[in-house]
């Protein structure tokens, strides 16, 4: 876990820094892929290094000062990012994420104990292509139309189809489906499913309304910034 929370800072770093220099739109693309990539990386070794660090009686208080971390940081990074921009400059909202990676790393062996020697396990190589290829194809199907949409509805529910098979063979399966015969898991994997929709709708959703109405041009303070060329 400790690996790959480092792999992940990396990845990140290097997304930051190379959208903070980046010559043209194609760098700043990339950038945001790399940081995407290494958040992804992050944030479930994160939760991972909670349930393996922390005592049962205090994990449950660790878990919802976590997601209440998260959510701020939902809400007030884009309020944020709409005074940096217009006032620092665009490349400030990638360079702005330096320093935190930089205090993570300084922060580490404080909190983060060496865990003890495990077996380890082999890596669910086939699973987490089944779970790419269906969250793919159906994210496509909600764009496509005609037989693209039918193309992209099967693939993805192919792929779960075979996902439900091999997840039931593998050792250290990348979804774990007995996980799924507590009532408890369910309903709480309902519960952060709603919740992630709701949030994320309005995260992406929000700027382009505002884009769309704003009486305003949009590179002034408050609202989305136009990125310029230099």
Same mark, same amino acid.
């Given at each position: 876990?400790?690996?790959?929370?480092?792999?992940?800072?990396?990845?990140?770093?290097?997304?930051?820094?190379?959208?903070?220099?980046?010559?043209?739109?194609?760098? @700043?693309?990339?950038?945001?892929?790399?940081?995407?990539?290494?958040? *992804?990386?992050?944030?479930?070794?994160?939760?991972?290094?909670?349930r393996i660090m922390v005592p049962p009686e205090r994990r449950a208080r660790t878990f919802g000062m976590l997601g209440a971390v998260m959510g701020v940081a939902a809400a007030v990074?884009?309020?944020?990012?709409?005074?940096?921009? %217009?006032?620092?400059?665009?490349?400030?909202?990638?360079?702005?994420?330096?320093?935190?990676?930089?205090?993570?790393?300084?922060?580490?062996?404080? @909190?983060?104990?060496?865990?003890?020697?495990?077996?380890?396990?082999?890596?669910?190589?086939?699973?987490?292509?089944?779970? =790419?290829?269906?969250?793919?194809?159906?994210?496509?199907?909600?764009?496509?139309?005609? %037989?693209?949409?039918?193309?992209?509805?099967?693939?993805?529910?192919?792929?779960?189809?075979?996902?439900? $098979? $091999?997840?039931?063979? @593998? %050792?250290?399966?990348?979804?774990?489906?007995?996980?799924?015969?507590?009532? *408890?898991?369910?309903?709480?994997?309902?519960?952060?499913?709603?919740?992630?929709?709701?949030?994320? *709708?309005?995260? @992406?959703?929000?700027?382009?309304?505002?884009?769309?109405?704003?009486?305003?041009?949009?590179?002034? %303070? =408050?609202?989305?910034?136009?990125?310029?060329?230099?």
């Amino acid at each position: 876990h400790v690996r790959t929370l480092t792999w992940g800072r990396w990845i990140f770093a290097a997304g930051a820094a190379a959208g903070a220099f980046a010559p043209a739109l194609w760098m @700043v693309v990339l950038g945001r892929l790399l940081m995407a990539a290494g958040g *992804s990386l992050m944030v479930p070794t994160s939760m991972a290094l909670v349930r393996i660090m922390v005592p049962p009686e205090r994990r449950a208080r660790t878990f919802g000062m976590l997601g209440a971390v998260m959510g701020v940081a939902a809400a007030v990074g884009p309020a944020l990012g709409s005074w940096v921009a %217009p006032v620092l400059g665009w490349r400030w909202l990638f360079a702005i994420n330096l320093p935190v990676i930089a205090a993570s790393w300084l922060l580490q062996p404080a @909190v983060v104990a060496p865990a003890p020697a495990t077996a380890r396990a082999r890596f669910d190589w086939w699973g987490s292509a089944l779970v =790419g290829v269906a969250l793919v194809a159906l994210t496509l199907a909600s764009r496509a139309s005609g %037989p693209m949409l039918l193309a992209m509805l099967a693939t993805g529910v192919a792929s779960i189809a075979a996902l439900l $098979v $091999v997840e039931q063979r @593998v %050792p250290a399966p990348v979804l774990d489906l007995t996980l799924f015969r507590q009532s *408890s898991f369910v309903a709480a994997a309902g519960v952060i499913g709603f919740q992630n929709l709701a949030m994320y *709708s309005l995260l @992406v959703m929000m700027p382009l309304l505002l884009l769309l109405r704003a009486p305003k041009p949009v590179n002034q %303070p =408050g609202k989305p910034p136009v990125m310029e060329a230099h």
